[in-house]
Structure formats: structure tokens, C-alpha cells
């Protein structure tokens, strides 16, 4: 979708400077090319080691001059991309982190995958979803300026739209598209995700990080209902940081801006109460997302493999941190085996949990279930046997000889890693009638490997979105 007023504005910063966007066939032709997609020779300008793309941000080079910043990321089969406005000159080339398109940008293009990868696997459901966008698109993003992300909560068909009529309450913001009449429902959802990074190394630095969202459904009569929401830690609860709050929040303590995790300073971290007051979109929404860092990984991990002539011998050790609740809804651990052959013979010692072995025979699953024992400790030793290789089987160029990880699926129900909690009592209606409040909270693991100690292996992690 193209937005004409945007690049009008776009034209007007930058003047003679200007790169215009070209038409659909030549910057796709451009943007595959920019993403190795096409041609994965080596060319200077772009595969050159002194230039290192940040945070799925490219400069596509087209007839007219780069392009930049282009949001691109692959999921799947499907790319997703979007040009952001800068609302400043792009020469010299601003920080990222001033760009505040980038980060809209990014919450649009990570909504859109959450609209659309349900349906991946499915080819008429995939191309019914896409066929929507185009009308979801005007709702979230009329006029180039995303008003609403979540697009799951939209309408798919024009027929459902409420016309804005002229007697509408003017008090009533545009993210309220109806009203609501029945007895007042507060829906609270805190749902963060761990990103691990661990080596068992002395020399290279274990890395690990929370990323949480707020999601809220408020059914509350009125046609600009106030609410007051409170996020609490408990007194050993790790502080949140790097907040991004929905547009319908009033207002915002300070203080909760200024914690950040860019900062190295520890004087910014602010523990709370994290205090929102808002007036909610009619539907589902994320209210924040932040980040924190907690002090330990909730699951740590050693693994070791070793290359023995014809077999490979491998060791894993998992421990669940004390602080952890032992409660999962499931929890396993995945061993790949890249650039070889089908396993064609396994031998193993498991002390707690069942390992299976996948259809393809190139993956061994540890099913550890809901529970570790109650030494928090689990073990897995065995020997790994393959036959010849073949295309069948998955490859990596990272992972070549005894480069290798394992990697952690969990989730835990009514638990965070943070400890940050919605406390029902705090919540405020001002508006009549007392609401029915529901909180949850769920952990699960998002990129979470385990690195084979006895290999050399990647130690800067940079992430697409999830």
C-alpha cells in the first residue's frame, strides 16, 4: 500500500536529495537483491564486513538513489516490509533510535505477522488472510500513521464498519469505534518472553533478556470511560524498561521513560508502580511492552558433543533456577544435527523425561513434560550414529562440524519472570458500576539455545521479531 501525502512529506524534507520510491516490480526486484535472496555472490557494497545491518533496517539501492530506512524481515515464506517516514533530513543519516517511524513501523509489521502466520501452513487460508489486509490496512493505517496494530481485532469487511455519525459524542476518541452497554469486564493479559544465549564458556558472556506485553480488553459503557491500570513488582522483582505504551495512554510518570536499558548506567532502572491511565479502544489492544533484565535465565544449561570417528557422543545438563515456579504447561528440548546424514543408530541414558526421535531421524526431541524432579536437575548422555548425507536433511552454514545447540520450548502458566503482576484492587474505573476483573500472566521461551561448549559458536545475537 502506498500513502501519496506521506512521500509528499518525505519530498518536502529532503528537497533535491529526495530518493522517490519506484514502482512495485523494481524495488521488490531491489529489495530481494539487498536480502541475498537473488543473488548471493559476493558484492562489495553490500556483503562487505564494514557494513553490518541493525535491527532488520536496509538501505535498498534503487535507480534514484538507497532507499532508507527499509523495515525488512523474513518469516516463513513471506517478507515483510514497510518504508517509514523520517520526519528530518536523511543526510547525514539520523540515529536509529531517533526514528520514531521505525519503531511504529515495526509494531505494524508485527502485527500484520500476527494476522497472518496462523494461516502459513495453509495455502487458501494464507491467501484469504492476505486478501483482507488491504481493507484492515485502511482501519489500522488510513492516512500512513498506524492507529491501531492489532489486527486481529479489526474488521475484515467494510459491512461491519460503523459509519461516524454527526451526532457523536465529541468527547469520544477515533480509537473508540463503538460503545459498549452490559456490565463492565476488565481483561488483563501479561504475556513476556526469554531470549537466551549460553555458551559455558569463561570467555564468552552468557546473554538473556525479557520482552513483555500488556494486552487489554475493556468492556465498559460510556463513550470516553477512564481507567487506571497499575503493573506491580513484587520486593526482588527485576524493574522494566525501554516502555512503549499505546497511544490511548493520558499520561505517563517520567520515570518510566527514563528507565532504559541502552543506558549503562543502573541509576535509571525505576521499580515502580507502573501507573497507566487510559481511555481503552473497543477492542483487544496492547497497552505496553517493555523489557527487563532479570539476574539469572530461568533454565540453565550445558551441552557437550563430542566427534568420535564415525559417531558423535553427546552431554546435556539442564538445572531450573529455584526461583522458578515448576509448573509447565510443556516444556522439551530440541537437538538438531545439521549437514549429515539420517540417524541410523542411538544409544542414550536419560534421567528424567522420554527422548524421541523425529520422522525425518535428524532431530532428537527431549520431552521433558510439566514437571522437573525435585532436584531441579536433569541429565541426557548418549551416542549418535549417521548414515550418508543427503539434500533430505537439514543444513547451516553456522552450524558445521561440532557447532551445534540445543534448544528450549516452555511456557508456564500464571507466572512471570520478572514477577510483575496486575493487582486487581488497583485498578480504577471511573465510570459507574464495578468491574469484573480477570488477570493472567504466562512465560514461555523465544529463541532459547544452549550452545555446544566444545565448538566454537556465534556470540553476537541479533533477533528478528517473533
Request: hydrophobic share 35%.
Amino acid at each position: 500500500r502506498r500513502y501519496p501525502t506521506v512521500e509528499v512529506r518525505a519530498k518536502t524534507f529532503n528537497g533535491s536529495t529526495h530518493v522517490a520510491v519506484p514502482d512495485d516490480s523494481a524495488f521488490l526486484k531491489a529489495l530481494l537483491f539487498e536480502l541475498r535472496l537473488t543473488d548471493q555472490n559476493f558484492v562489495e557494497y553490500r556483503d562487505t564486513c564494514t557494513r553490518i545491518n541493525k535491527a532488520s533496517v536496509y538501505a535498498v539501492r534503487t535507480e534514484g538513489g538507497d532507499l532508507w530506512p527499509v523495515l525488512a524481515f523474513q518469516k516463513g515464506n513471506l517478507i515483510y516490509v514497510c518504508l517509514p517516514l523520517v520526519e528530518e533530513a536523511l543526510k547525514p543519516q539520523p540515529p536509529l533510535l531517533s526514528i520514531s517511524g521505525i519503531s511504529q513501523g515495526l509494531d505494524l509489521l508485527s502485527g500484520i505477522l500476527d494476522f497472518i502466520s496462523p494461516s502459513r501452513k495453509n495455502e487458501a487460508e494464507l491467501n484469504a488472510k492476505v486478501g483482507q489486509l488491504r481493507n484492515l490496512l485502511l482501519q489500522a493505517c488510513p492516512l500512513g500513521t498506524p492507529l491501531q496494530t492489532n489486527l486481529r481485532s479489526l474488521n475484515s469487511s467494510f459491512d461491519d464498519i460503523q459509519d461516524f455519525s454527526p451526532n457523536r459524542d465529541p468527547k469520544q476518541p477515533a480509537w473508540r469505534t463503538n460503545t459498549y452497554k452490559g456490565k463492565p469486564h476488565i481483561n488483563v493479559s501479561i504475556a513476556e518472553k526469554v531470549k537466551c544465549m549460553q555458551y559455558d564458556k569463561k570467555d564468552v558472556v552468557d546473554m538473556w533478556q525479557v520482552y513483555g506485553t500488556v494486552t487489554c480488553k475493556c468492556d465498559i459503557e460510556g463513550a470516553a470511560p477512564n481507567v487506571t491500570l497499575s503493573l506491580n513488582l513484587p520486593t526482588n522483582g527485576s524493574p522494566l524498561q525501554d516502555f512503549v505504551v499505546h497511544h490511548c495512554v493520558t499520561s505517563i510518570d517520567s520515570a518510566m521513560l527514563m528507565s532504559s536499558s541502552v543506558d549503562a548506567l543502573d541509576d535509571s532502572a525505576f521499580s515502580g508502580p507502573y501507573k497507566f491511565p487510559f481511555i481503552p479502544p473497543s477492542d483487544s489492544f496492547d497497552l505496553c511492552s517493555y523489557t527487563s533484565q532479570v539476574p539469572v535465565p530461568p533454565i540453565l544449561g550445558r551441552y557437550q558433543l563430542n566427534e568420535e570417528g564415525s559417531q558423535l557422543k553427546l552431554a546435556i545438563n539442564l538445572k531450573l533456577h529455584e526461583s522458578i515456579k515448576n509448573a509447565f504447561e510443556f516444556c522439551e528440548a530440541r537437538i538438531p544435527f545439521f549437514n549429515r546424514g539420517p540417524i541410523t543408530h542411538l544409544e542414550y541414558k536419560v534421567s528424567y523425561g522420554q527422548l524421541d526421535l523425529s520422522r525425518e531421524k535428524s532431530l532428537l526431541v527431549w520431552v521433558i513434560g510439566q514437571k522437573f524432579p525435585k532436584s531441579l536437575e536433569i541429565s541426557l548422555t548418549g551416542t549418535v550414529t549417521f548414515g550418508a548425507t543427503s539434500e533430505e536433511h537439514p543444513t547451516d552454514i553456522i552450524c558445521i562440524g561440532n557447532t551445534a545447540y540445543v534448544k528450549l520450548y516452555f511456557r508456564i502458566p500464571d507466572f512471570t519472570l520478572t514477577g510483575c503482576y496486575v493487582d486487581q484492587h488497583s485498578v480504577q474505573l471511573f465510570s459507574p458500576g464495578k468491574p469484573k476483573i480477570n488477570a493472567s500472566r504466562e512465560l514461555t521461551s523465544s529463541d532459547y539455545y544452549i550452545w555446544n561448549s566444545k565448538a566454537s559458536a556465534p556470540i553476537i545475537y541479533k533477533t528478528l521479531l517473533t
